[in-house]
Nanobody, 121 residues
Framework: QVQLVESGGGLVQPGGSLRLSCAAS????????MGWYRQAPGNERELVAT???????NYADSVKGRFTISRDNAKKTVYLQMNSQKLEDTAVYYC???????????????WGQGSQVTVSS
């Protein structure tokens, strides 16, 4: 099994920055890609960004140019740097893991945890 433990999140003003971290443990050799989803109240869960251990990234159009996903392979940790935040970035953010780099649907997720990010003035 894989455990994903998040940290970070909180309250930020519009235009501000926050960073999320997610550390994977357990059967980490089964993970080849990690990423982030988010879910705002009343909305469906949506993909934010993914990154393979090789460094290939993918972003939702709504966060391109503002968010940066990165990883530390040795620590099996993924980060999400969120800059120029907007009100619509308010959501619960979930860390995800994928067994293959081409998987579109996450195999693991911190669905029971999540990190609240609130953008408000």
């Amino acid at each position: 099994q894989v455990q994903l433990v998040e940290s970070g999140g909180g309250l930020v003003q519009p235009g501000g920055s926050l960073r999320l971290s997610c550390a994977a443990s357990g059967s980490i050799d089964s993970i080849n890609k990690m990423g982030w989803y988010r879910q705002a109240p009343g909305n469906e869960r949506e993909l934010v960004a993914t990154i393979t251990w090789g460094g290939s990234t993918n972003y939702a159009d709504s966060v391109k140019g503002r968010f940066t996903i990165s990883r530390d392979n040795a620590k099996k940790t993924v980060y999400l740097q969120m800059n120029s935040q907007k009100l619509e970035d308010t959501a619960v953010y979930y860390c995800t893991g994928y067994k293959t780099s081409w998987s579109r649907k996450p195999d693991f997720g911190s669905w029971g945890q999540g990190s609240q990010v609130t953008v408000s003035s």
